[in-house]
Each structure stands twice: as structure tokens, then as C-alpha cells.
């Protein structure tokens, strides 16, 4: 069976389970913006959901493969910036035509990763509201890569600094919320709500190794569910339940076969696959009033996702990672030269 718990020398090949959890956290996402949630917010705990794979991801990558941090941030850019700019530059036109409001302060914050924090200031557009989760995992990822050269002889080491961090994030947000901030106000912060990418990568860190029943990743997946409903307090909910949710997915690669067979189905992967352009371009078009116009919409923001990720996105990824590749071999063979 695999397993995300492989040993220190190994690196984390490609999981089509994974694939599976971000298909489903995006439809969380989905199913918050394009049609009425009751007692839960799916779209909450699908940027969650989002959140804990990111941590473990990050974790791998620079705890476990220790991959070099230029290389790192690189890596990152070509994940993120092609696809994002395509984005924006569209919003931008639309913006210009008329169609949408997005004003190019708001278009500039989002393109700097610093709009979770202007809107603080300068008030929300719906339109590009979603870009506040890509600046706190950005945020974060400087922040591991941080502890990362700290610590690359010890992954306990790295994996207890996540995780004082997490509870320091953590803290912060309890204390503003006793204090009367809402959610907007407090979990959009990254000081705050990178307690939940940190905390995966600290449990990712120092528990992947155990062995589980087979029955223990679902019951820590709908235990976090549980405490994700409205009801439950902010604090608890990215606190308790994100932990039960990073574990969960710590352990899914000892789920039941059945379960993983499931979760890492071709419908599911290719939405996974799918999943980071797919993120960026429903939340205009889940602005359309009434269900005919959602349901228009959403049919708008799957076409131009799929545009998006053959066109732009994987090719991007695929050309300046190449371009790394070939400057990493080359500073190899010729460091006179670099």
C-alpha cells in the first residue's frame, strides 16, 4: 500500500490520493460560492483542506528532500505566477470594460501577495477576494524555508519550530477573536492563519513515521469535519480541527485500500490536476446573480480553468522548471561560471 510516511532518504513521489484531496477541496470551495451552504461552510474547510497539503508538501520538500532554497523558491514561482498573472491581466481587462470592479490597487496587492492585508484597510472586492488564501501560503512558504536553514540537520528539530510557531500564529488569532474580531478581520492574516500550514508541516515532521489502523485517517478527517461546523468557535475550529485535519492527511496513505482506490479515482485527479486553476477562476463568475447565472457562470469558470491550465499553467511550470534544472546542473559543472 502507499504511504505518505516514506523514510528520510526518500522523497514523496507523486500520490494520485493527493490529487484526490485537492479535487475535494476544491469543490468545497465550489460548492460554497455556487450554491447555498447550511451548518458548514465547505468553501472554509476546503481552503483548509488546502492549507494542510501545502504544509506537508513544503515539509517534504525542504525538510525531507532538503531541495536548495533558490531551487525552492523557483519552483514555487513557476506554480504559482504564470497562471496567476494570466488571472489578473484578464481581470484587468475586464475591469477596464467595465464588467467587473477590480480597481488596480486591489489588482497590485494581488499580484504582490499583500492583498490579505490591504483589504484590511482598503475593504474587500468580491471579485478577487479568493487571492487572500495564495498570500498566506506564500507568506508561510518564506517562513518554513526560514526554519528550513535553521534547521536542516534535524527534522525534529524543524518540525518542533513549526509547530511553536503554529501555536504562537494560533495564539494571535484566539486573542483577537476573544477580543471581537470576526473572521475576515482576523483569519485572513497570515500572522495568524499560517498556524494551519505550519502545523501540518510540523506533524508532518514528526509523526508521519507511525503506523495507524486503517480506520483512523477517516475517523480523524470526519472528527475535523465535525469540528468545522458553523457553531463551533474559530479558535477550535483552526485549532483542534486543523490538527485532527493534518493528521488525517499524514496518515491517508494508511487508509483502507478501498478508500484510497476512491480517493485517487481519474474523475478525482483530474480535478485535482485541475484544482489551482480551477481555485482562481470561479470566484468571478460565482458572482452572477441567481442559480441560472451561478450555473452559467460556474460552466464559464470550468472552460476558462482547463484554458488556463494547458495553455498557461503546466506549460509555464514545465519550461521554467526545465530552466532551473539547466542552471542547477550548470552551477554543478561549471561554479567558476556562477
Not at 514523496?12 to 477541496?25: C, E, F, M, T
Not at 508538501?57 to 533558490?70: K, N, S, T, Y
Not at 499560517?194 to 480506520?215: D, E, N
Not at 495553455?311 to 522548471?321: D, H
Amino acid at each position: 500500500m502507499s504511504n505518505i510516511a516514506n523514510g528520510p532518504s526518500q522523497g514523496l513521489p507523486h500520490l494520485p490520493y493527493l490529487d484526490g484531496w485537492r479535487a475535494v477541496a476544491v469543490i468545497g470551495v465550489l460548492l460554497d460560492h455556487y450554491l447555498a451552504s447550511r451548518f458548514i461552510n465547505p468553501g472554509r474547510f476546503g481552503v483548509e483542506m488546502f492549507f494542510v497539503l501545502s504544509g506537508l508538501l513544503m515539509a517534504d520538500i525542504l525538510f525531507v528532500r532538503q531541495m536548495v532554497l533558490p531551487k525552492f523558491f523557483g519552483r514555487r514561482i513557476a506554480r504559482v505566477y504564470p497562471a496567476l498573472f494570466a488571472f489578473l491581466s484578464a481581470m484587468a481587462v475586464a475591469g477596464g470594460a467595465g464588467l467587473w470592479p477590480a480597481d488596480w490597487q486591489h489588482l497590485l496587492s494581488a499580484s504582490t501577495f499583500t492583498y490579505n492585508y490591504y483589504v484590511l484597510v482598503a475593504g474587500r472586492t468580491a471579485f478577487l477576494d479568493h487571492i487572500w488564501s495564495l498570500c498566506v501560503e506564500e507568506h508561510t512558504y518564506v517562513i518554513l524555508a526560514a526554519i528550513a536553514a535553521i534547521s536542516r540537520r534535524s527534522q525534529v528539530t524543524g518540525g518542533i519550530l513549526c509547530l511553536s510557531l503554529a501555536a504562537l500564529a494560533w495564539s494571535d488569532g484566539a486573542i483577537r477573536t476573544l477580543l471581537g474580531g470576526g473572521y475576515y478581520d482576523v483569519y485572513w492574516r497570515t500572522d495568524v492563519r499560517a498556524a494551519s500550514i505550519l502545523m501540518a508541516a510540523g506533524v508532518y515532521l514528526l509523526f508521519r513515521s507511525r503506523k495507524v489502523p486503517s480506520w483512523a485517517p477517516i475517523a480523524l478527517g470526519v472528527t475535523a469535519v465535525l469540528f468545522n461546523f458553523e457553531l463551533v468557535p474559530d479558535p477550535l475550529k483552526y485549532g483542534v480541527g486543523s490538527v485532527l485535519l493534518a493528521l488525517a492527511l499524514v496518515y491517508v496513505g494508511q487508509a483502507h485500500a478501498a478508500f484510497l482506490r476512491l480517493l485517487g479515482s481519474k474523475p478525482l485527479v483530474i480535478v485535482g490536476m485541475l484544482s489551482f486553476s480551477l481555485y482562481l477562476w470561479q470566484q468571478p463568475f460565482a458572482q452572477f446573480p441567481g442559480i441560472a447565472g451561478r450555473l452559467l457562470g460556474l460552466g464559464a469558470a470550468i472552460a476558462l480553468s482547463v484554458l488556463s491550465y494547458f495553455v498557461v499553467e503546466r506549460p509555464a511550470r514545465r519550461y521554467i522548471n526545465s530552466q532551473l534544472e539547466r542552471l542547477g546542473s550548470a552551477s554543478v559543472l561549471r561554479p567558476v561560471d556562477v
